[in-house]
């Protein structure tokens, strides 16, 4: 009865300890958070009250020597090059994980699923080096001009957000019971239909979730696009021309800003941040009426 009592005991306390751990683990991710928000808001708000919220965010001149500070160009920019690699990244990201969850045979996804895995570990100093070696003179030909241009930095991010796509939605795919799929066999479907119209609808919610952090990598890329995006702090009329990003322009910039310029770049930082946060938002709402209906 002692020994009984004793393990009891002792794994109540590790309980104890463990959920003391992980409390304290949430805390300082919600924490960091915080901080992150706190120091952005605190040195950019004030940029933007002094610029003045429309010349900031609806400004089309950049231009730090005359002291514009006009990011609405930046912003085009960010939200032109995510719409494309969501066109891009999207079809072709959803497409392969059908194929690797439900028609893959095993001995090919041995190499496929690592092959997958393996280019989410590719730094993206990588990808944009083979985008200005590969990509862009590839749209040379194609396109004509310099090829560093809208089209260009859609096609490469298109190609970075695929592992998050493919492996969010694998494994979305992958959850859904096996009913679900034996059910539609067993009312006549084929196996192509039973797997586009009973298995992937019911694995919508894990899929929309892989686009969303799929789309959040996009727009929070930075050095691939700042190699082959064409780095131009103007508003593009065609996708075949060169564009700056909201992070490019941080990152091009910081190095040796000071003053208003500095703090203009900060702000630019809380314009992407509530972006993310608008992201996220949408998705939480369209989950809340997926599970609502």
Not at 98 to 115: G, N
Request: aromatic share 8%; proline share 5%; charged share 15%.
């Amino acid at each position: 009865m002692k020994t009984i009592r004793a393990a009891r005991t002792s794994g109540h306390l590790r309980e104890r300890v463990m959920r003391l751990v992980f409390l304290i683990a949430a805390c300082v991710s919600i924490l960091c958070v915080a901080l992150i928000c706190f120091y952005l808001f605190l040195n950019g708000i004030p940029a933007i009250a002094e610029i003045g919220p429309f010349n900031f965010l609806l400004g089309t001149k950049w231009a730090p020597s005359n002291d514009k500070f006009g990011i609405f160009p930046m912003i085009l920019g960010s939200i032109y090059v995510t719409a494309g690699a969501i066109l891009v990244g999207v079809p072709l990201g959803l497409l392969t994980a059908i194929f690797l969850a439900r028609f893959c045979p095993k001995r090919l996804y041995r190499f496929l699923k690592p092959a997958v895995d393996l280019l989410a570990g590719i730094p993206s100093i990588v990808y944009g080096f083979f985008g200005l070696m590969v990509v862009v003179p590839v749209m040379q030909t194609l396109c004509g001009g310099s090829g560093k241009s809208i089209l260009t930095a859609s096609v490469l991010l298109g190609l970075m957000i695929l592992p998050t796509i493919i492996g969010v939605s694998e494994t979305a795919i992958r959850a859904v019971p096996d009913s679900y799929y034996e059910g539609a066999l067993a009312l006549g479907a084929s196996h192509e239909r039973s797997v586009f119209f009973v298995t992937v609808p019911a694995a919508k919610s894990g899929i929309l979730a892989g686009v969303v952090l799929g789309v959040g990598r996009a727009i929070g890329e930075t050095m691939a696009v700042i190699m082959i995006a064409g780095n131009q702090p103007r508003i593009p009329s065609s996708i075949l021309e060169g564009v700056r990003t909201l992070t490019g322009n941080i990152v091009m910039e910081m190095g040796y800003a000071t003053g208003l310029h500095r703090e203009a770049l900060i702000a630019t930082g809380v314009v992407l941040f509530v972006f993310i946060l608008l992201i996220n938002l949408l998705f939480s709402i369209l989950k809340r009426r997926e599970n609502n209906g």
